[in-house]
């Protein structure tokens, strides 16, 4: 379906003629949801829900949101906010389910702190305290706007009239009204200057979700929807042409989670007139963590994501069922119950009103995948063995939706264990997302196992890219080449650096082969290819041994031609998970000539 050949006129022609609205099952129609959940989580969520009476709502005073303007972190406001969240979702679906008025006024307790948050954006998007007549609409705003729609709508008259209607009209004030009214969204659309990325998804599907459960007005609500759907336009460009996104599979999770939520509602509101999963292009998208899973329960972690994101339950199945396409409910997520953890209400609902069916495998990927706009290549030695080697290298460019730069990184995985890392996301503080981003290790290329040239790391900006050689995939062998000398700037000299990454399924256990063919411009000069790793590191005669037994790689090397040392990085923050300790193994060619090679061969301990 092409979003921009929708119309007011035709959005408005489609809402006369829908049916009632009803995304979800309520009242006595929720016995179903109760049943199908089972004893067991509808205990615990009871349980929880009467603990979470008696506790205090936490406090987020003008002092908590004021400290990313301070100091730059961030956590000490979003983590009180996320647990205030968390007890409404857990008090709202124990009432939806439960029904008998018991967790009611709790609810409203907790939902009447939330309407007099003085911002329902965060700190780091707001930076300040907003005034009321200019509302900040971010991610957090959004979503919190969506929350309570789902709330209102979930309990119905059980609330009282005068929370409804606040519900309504702040949510209206802070969010709908200015997504209508104002064109200043960074958001909104793709300019010269910005790419829109998974902020479009989030905000627009907020926003929009909302304003289907609560804007009685047809002319408005149609003006709302076909605003949303231009933007949307712009956010499916964000994806290559096999559906792969440069954000990688955690904003996958987020951003086009966020687009199916709204899909859902959309066809919900249309009686399915408007049907955004009804797209070949989308249905590529679907399939991203099926073809970006490196195995069981680890995933290509370019860019600002991380090995191991958390697919939520209720979107796989969701998207399982609409699309036909089972082996996303195989990718070894499971149902939990436990609503502690979120920063939406969409996802808690959606667990407990889509659950997975209750499956015993865990999808591994097929033996290749390629994304050849994005130049990514993900390799398999054996699908069927989740043990056996795996390879992740992509090309790109260094202007990418949450850029790092990264050109040319590769990640290696042995026995179920990263042995060669991208590290992914760094905390995400002020200094994270300002000019100093790229003195981050996780964001520099420091932190990639790409070359350092003349001293000189990778330069930022949509010019610093490589340039595709080959990539061929076979029974026996799957090889990537890229140009990418284009990454560096011209102070590093260069005239030619191709990488060719190869991994072989002849070799016994598989065998990846790295060559880094190397030529500057005037003369000679210093050239280091680098493997990064989390994992221990044994510095041998002609090779270097990175982890163990359970889990590592051998890396044979020329050692008349190369000099092998490491760079130790202690406790390298990240968001969302514990600090890790990366080494950097530095792999330097002795002499310093015009043209030259390091070439390294991986293969299991």
């Known amino acids: 379906m092409e979003l921009r050949r929708w119309n007011v006129k035709h959005v408005r022609m489609v809402l006369d003629s829908a049916p009632a609205f009803t995304p979800f099952p309520r009242g006595a129609d929720a016995a179903a949801v109760r049943s199908r959940v089972g004893d067991a989580a509808m205990g615990q969520l ?3 829900a009467e603990a ?16 990313f303007q301070r100091n730059g972190r961030r956590e000490g406001y979003e983590d009180a906010q996320r647990k205030r969240r968390n007890m409404l979702y857990r008090l709202t679906l124990a009432e939806w389910l439960d029904g008998r008025g018991r967790f009611t006024a709790a609810v409203e307790n907790i939902a009447f702190a939330r309407l007099e948050e003085t ?3 965060w700190p780091a998007h707001a930076r300040g305290l907003d005034f009321p007549d200019r509302p900040t609409v971010d991610l957090a ?11 209102d709508y979930l309990l119905g008259d059980t609330l009282s009239p005068s929370l409804r209607a606040r519900l309504r009209s702040e949510t209206d004030r802070r969010t709908i009204s200015p997504f209508i009214e104002r064109n200043d969204h960074w958001w909104l659309h793709t300019t010269p200057a910005r790419q829109v990325n998974n902020w479009t998804a989030v905000c627009v599907a907020g926003v929009v979700g909302a304003a289907c459960y609560f804007e009685t007005d047809l002319d408005r609500l149609a003006e709302i929807i076909t605003r949303g759907l231009h933007s949307l336009a712009d956010y499916l460009e964000t994806f290559d042409s096999q559906g792969g996104s440069s954000e990688g599979p955690d904003y996958w999770s987020y951003g086009f989670g966020n687009f199916v939520v709204l899909a859902h509602l959309l066809a919900a509101r249309t009686g399915g007139a408007i049907d955004l999963l009804d797209n070949s292009q989308v249905r590529d998208i679907a399939q991203f963590p099926v073809r970006t899973v490196l195995t069981q329960g680890l995933w290509a972690s370019f860019s600002d994501s991380d090995s191991n994101p958390n697919f939520h339950p209720g979107l796989l199945s969701h998207l399982a069922d609409r699309l036909g396409l089972p082996a996303l409910t195989e990718l070894g997520m499971k149902n939990d119950f436990t609503v502690d953890h979120f920063n939406q209400f969409v996802w808690p609902l959606r667990q407990f009103a889509w659950p997975l ?4 495998v865990a999808f591994g990927g097929t033996a290749h995948d390629w994304y050849g706009d994005m130049a990514w290549m993900i390799s398999r030695l054996d699908p069927a063995d989740p043990d056996s080697l795996r390879l992740a290298v992509k090309g790109g460019h260094n202007d990418e939706m949450h850029n790092q730069n990264d050109v040319g990184s590769l990640i290696v995985v042995n026995k179920g264990r990263i042995v060669l890392t991208d590290p992914g996301r760094g905390r995400y503080s002020k200094a994270y997302f300002g000019p100093d981003r790229y003195q981050n290790i996780m964001a520099s290329s420091r932190g990639h196992s790409v070359p350092v040239v003349n001293g000189h790391e990778q330069d930022e900006g949509v010019e610093r890219a490589a340039s595709l050689v080959e990539h061929s995939h ?9 140009d990418m000398a ?5 102070a590093a000299g260069l005239s030619q650096l191709r990488r060719e990454v190869a991994l072989d399924r002849q070799a016994p256990g598989g065998r990846i082969t790295l060559s880094d063919d190397f030529a500057f ?6 050239f280091q290819s680098v493997l990064v790793t989390p994992l221990g590191v044994e510095i041998r005669a002609d090779e270097v041994r990175i982890g163990d037994g359970e889990g590592g790689v051998r890396v044979r090397f020329d050692p008349a031609r190369v000099a092998v040392g490491t760079d130790i990085h202690r406790g390298v923050e990240k968001q969302y998970a514990p600090s890790v300790d990366l080494t950097r193994v530095l792999f330097t060619a002795r002499e310093r000539p015009g043209r030259g090679a390091v070439t390294l061969e991986i293969t299991p301990l």
């Not at 705003?141 to 709330?151: K, Q, S, V």
């Open 46 to 48: 009871l349980a929880a």
């Open 52 to 67: 979470d009476i008696a506790e205090p709502i936490p406090a987020l005073p003008a002092e908590l949101y004021l400290e």
């Open 119 to 121: 911002n329902w954006a």
């Open 141 to 151: 705003a959004a979503m919190t706007g969506l929350d309570l729609a789902e709330l």
């Open 357 to 360: 069916p209750d499956k015993g």
């Open 474 to 482: 076979g029974a026996e062998r799957d090889v990537l080449t890229i």
């Open 486 to 490: 284009a990454a560096y700037p011209a």
């Open 521 to 526: 411009a005037n003369g000679g000069g210093d």
